[in-house]
Every structure is written in C-alpha cells, then in structure tokens.
C-alpha cells in the first residue's frame, strides 16, 4: 500500500498527462508497494479533480471482459472506470486526434439504466430488468502512462478510458437477443476488426452485473440514467488524425465518426 499523500501525486500527474498529452512514468515503477485499492483511489482522485473543473461523471466502462486479456493483465476478473460527460460524442462526430496520445477504437454495447441497481448478489437478469435501452458504442482508449504497463497502472489511469460515441440504433433490452449483436469495424473503408457481443463474458450484461457487485463492496451503485460501456468484443484498432471509422452493427445501425 501507498499513502494517501501518493495516491494524490499519482493523480494529479495522471491530470497532468492529460492535459499536456504527454505520457509519465508508469505508477508502479514510481511507487513500488502500489496496490488495486492504491489503484483505484487515485482513479476516483483524478475523477474528483476533473469534477472539480466542471466534468460530470455520467457512467462507468468495465474492461478486461475476455480471458485473453485477464491472462495477459495477469487479472482473474475485469476492471472499471468512470465515463465524464465531456468525452461524449454522438455519431457523425469529428473528433480532435490531437485530444489523445495514443488513440484506439473499440466496438461496445452502452447500457442505459432506466433504474437504479444495486449489490450484492446482483445477476444478469438484475441487470436486463433495470437497463432502459441498448445502444451501439464505440469505446476509445487512450493511456496517460508509458509502457509496460502493470494493471494497477491501467485502473490509475481509468482504464485508459479516453471517450466514447454512441449512435445506431436504440433498442430496449429484450427487442433482440443482445448475446448475438455482431459488428464490423472499418477503418477507411478497409474492415479491421468483427465480433459479437456474446464474446463479453457469455453474454454483455455479466460484466455490468460484476461491477454492480464490486461498487457495492465501496459504497456505491448504478443510477437511473447512467451509461454503462459493457466491454469489447473486438481487438483495438490504431486511429490517428484523417481517419474515417464506421461500424456496422447490422439490424442494430452503424455509428461513423472521423478524426481530424
């Protein structure tokens, strides 16, 4: 463990890496005896700042969703971070690349929750009964730290949530059998990526019932009107400036944005 005049250094250069785009020295190589609850205590540190300086947090994004990545993270079960409500975007957006350092796109659904939810004991069907609707998303990642890096490093940095676009079509959560939504993701006009959301766990709604579970063990819950990212269900995929995304989500729409 850290104290807690650490885990507010730890922050505040995290703030500052994103504010001047430059990655800083992992936070486990600075602080060696970093710890998950270090970890995700200086996350709600850095997300406490941002608030201070009029971002509101308007949800939460869960990752580590597949066993490949737990395995490569050396995790038995996902991680989280908080979703600020201006790192919004909506389709057809375009998007300032000069905002990221090392952006990537992934392909998510985005749970929209029509009641609060709250642990323990939390399942999958908790989850389906309290989420209004069910929207595409694309999830971009960007880390504010060098590399490698340990998981620790990656919650500090909330999850290396960078911003997220939702568009296609609004669905509630019983009209399709959300298991089985696939995506193509293109990236000018060449296809890079495809997947179906049941690779989420078995099925998208598991990983938003296990954060349901582990913010109750700190106090907290899922409010009526969050947005929720579920995980992705494809690899990431490089995006710089003068790129043109679209996803393609079939019968649930497609969301394109572009990078400028």
């Not at 949530?161 to 079509?169: H, I, K, P």
Request: hydrophobic share 45%; proline share 5%.
């Amino acid at each position: 463990m850290i104290t807690e005049e650490e885990r507010r250094a730890a922050a505040d250069a995290l703030l500052k890496a994103e504010i001047e785009r430059k990655p800083i020295i992992q936070p486990s190589e600075t602080y060696p005896n970093l710890e998950l609850e270090d970890a995700y205590r200086i996350q709600a540190l850095w997300a406490e700042a941002r608030v201070a300086k009029g971002a509101r947090i308007v949800g939460h994004k869960i990752g580590l969703t597949s066993r490949a990545m737990q395995m490569a993270s050396k995790m038995t079960e996902p991680d989280y971070g908080c979703i600020l409500d201006d790192a919004l975007y909506n389709d057809g957006a375009q998007i300032r690349a000069d905002l990221f350092i090392k952006p990537r796109l992934e392909v998510e659904l985005a749970f929209v929750m029509g009641e609060d939810l709250v642990g323990p004991g939390t399942r999958i069907y908790d989850v389906m009964r309290a989420t209004e609707f069910v929207v595409p998303a694309l999830e971009i990642i960007d880390y504010r730290t060098e590399v490698p890096r340990a998981i620790t490093d990656t919650i500090a940095d909330n999850a290396a949530f960078g911003a997220l676009v939702v568009g296609g079509r609004i669905i509630r959560p019983m009209d399709v059998d959300i298991r089985w939504v696939g995506a193509t993701l293109s990236k000018n006009g060449i296809i890079e990526e495809s997947g179906v959301s049941a690779a989420i766990m078995g099925h998208p709604a598991a990983g938003i019932a296990w954060l349901v579970n582990k913010l109750h063990a700190v106090g907290g819950g899922l409010k009526k009107g969050q947005i929720v990212l579920a995980g992705s269900f494809t690899r990431p995929v490089d995006i710089a400036k003068g790129d043109v995304i679209q996803a393609d989500y079939g019968p649930v729409g497609s969301i394109g944005v572009s990078f400028v």
